[in-house]
């Protein structure tokens, strides 16, 4: 990220339907033009024609789709932009022992997710239909250096693990702890144990551009 400059015209903001998450967000990237909210893609917490662009980021295969677009044609301005972002977990490319760990997470994925939901993230929203003219562009051989604790923490944000932790009666806190567990024995690694992950799918960006008139 190349941070957000004070004086940049625009004023991006975030929102979830978790007041958890929000707090965390708020907590994390704490600057004067940064704001994120409690709210839900069916009722946008924005005014009318009031907003340039709208992300959702491996999260539009969970919306109520044709509420969402009924609210994006509220809020966005003529000419604005709604981008969708499928995004699939990424694979360690370093060591064979993060295989089994991979398998574990796919288990859980394929035992306490959606079936329709998973499988519409996995075939990069290629069958999602927008009410505005699209493009769909994809990103390849996407790279990133990531310490196993950055692992866990983007796992912990799957909605099938956090199925998992809610149906085992556990807290977020002795979910983390679970979840890690469950991980590391797998994958025999220390938590600050730096490896080269890899999105073994390409990146899907579907976006569409609200009509001037």
């Known amino acids: 990220s190349s941070g957000i400059n004070a004086e940049w015209p625009l004023r991006p903001g975030g929102i979830d339907v978790s007041d958890t998450q929000v707090a965390v967000a708020n907590k994390t990237f704490q600057h004067p033009s940064l704001s994120f909210v409690q709210g839900s893609c069916e009722k946008l917490p924005a005014e009318d024609c009031s907003v340039d662009v709208i992300t959702a980021v491996q999260a539009a295969h969970y919306f109520d789709l044709p509420a969402f677009f009924k609210e994006v044609d509220r809020v966005l301005k003529p000419g604005g932009i709604v981008g969708l972002v499928s995004i699939n977990l990424p ?35 290629k069958n999602l239909v927008l009410p505005y003219p699209t493009r769909r562009d994809y990103m390849f051989d996407i790279r990133t250096s990531w310490s196993f604790r ?16 809610k149906s085992l009666g556990l807290t977020l806190e002795e979910g983390y702890v679970h979840v890690t567990d469950m991980i590391k024995e797998e994958a025999l690694m220390e938590l600050d144990m730096k490896c080269v992950y890899t999105w073994t799918q390409p990146c899907a960006i579907v976006t569409a551009s609200k009509p001037l008139n």
């Open 91 to 125: 694979r360690c490319v370093d060591t064979s022992s993060m295989h089994s760990a991979s398998e574990c997470i796919d288990n859980v994925i394929a035992q306490y997710g959606m079936p329709d939901k998973v499988q519409m993230l996995e075939d990069n929203y």
């Open 150 to 165: 950055d692992y866990i923490d983007v796992v912990m944000t799957l909605s099938p693990v956090n199925n998992l932790i």
